[in-house]
């Protein structure tokens, strides 16, 4: 059990990726996760698109790249970091989301997460992504979780090749990274949790 608290702890968005393939039976366990995940029903209508094609990389991952110089970068550079991020990890963090734009396309493998129907809440979809994104982290593969390209949502799913009557609701591009794992940094508890009352402060020693 201790184990699943620190792949917890120490599951890092990991935006740097190697170009060497990813193993099958490495991908067949972190989807095979992602299946493990509770669903509304239990009707399991998600579908999984795993892309490898360099050709259909480049063709969805030039929208995500679109994106992220002509909105998302600008919006972020434009502000301050979040409250106890110090600009130089504010810096870092946004030098390796603007490394991720730029060589999207060269993640050796794309899971593309999706469910029939109108676009809804994700309920049935994303404790399936968490489940990834832990699997990953467990078999020392790097990923992040993903949804910038939805800018130009109609563009990007059109090249990736989902069919109407689908959505996808994130990118999670695989492979190993380039950088190591660690802690992952968050705010404590008494500044995001409250005690029956809305801003009742959450006593830890209970």
């Known amino acids: ?4 608290f620190e792949i917890m702890r120490t599951t890092r968005s990991m935006r740097r990726l190697k ?12 989807l095979e996760a992602g299946t493990f995940a509770a669903n509304g029903g239990n009707m399991q209508s998600w579908r999984f698109l795993v892309i490898r094609d360099p050709a259909i990389k480049a063709a969805a991952g030039a ?14 550079r434009s502000g301050g970091p979040a409250p106890g991020v110090t600009p130089e990890r504010f810096a870092r963090m946004l ?9 999207f396309h060269e993640a050796p493998v794309w899971i593309v997460p999706c469910l029939a129907g109108p676009r809804g809440s994700g309920s049935s979809i994303f404790p399936a992504v968490q489940n990834m994104l832990l ?5 020392d593969l790097g990923t992040t979780l993903t949804t910038l390209y939805m ?15 689908y959505h996808s609701y994130a990118i999670l591009p695989v492979g190993f990274p380039m950088g190591k794992f660690g802690p992952v940094r968050r705010s ?5 949790v409250f005690d029956d009352k809305w801003g009742k402060g959450w006593d830890q020693g209970q």
């Open 1 to 4: 059990m201790d184990d699943l």
């Open 19 to 30: 170009p060497d393939p990813v193993p099958d039976d490495l991908l067949n366990r972190v």
């Open 63 to 76: 929208w995500y790249q679109k994106a992220w110089h002509e909105v998302v970068g600008p919006r972020y």
């Open 95 to 103: 030098n390796a989301a603007e490394y991720l734009a730029d060589h």
């Open 135 to 139: 699997a990953c982290r467990a078999l």
């Open 151 to 165: 800018m130009h949502e109609k563009e990007t799913e059109a090249a990736m090749g989902i069919p109407d009557g």
């Open 188 to 192: 404590p508890l008494v500044d995001v």
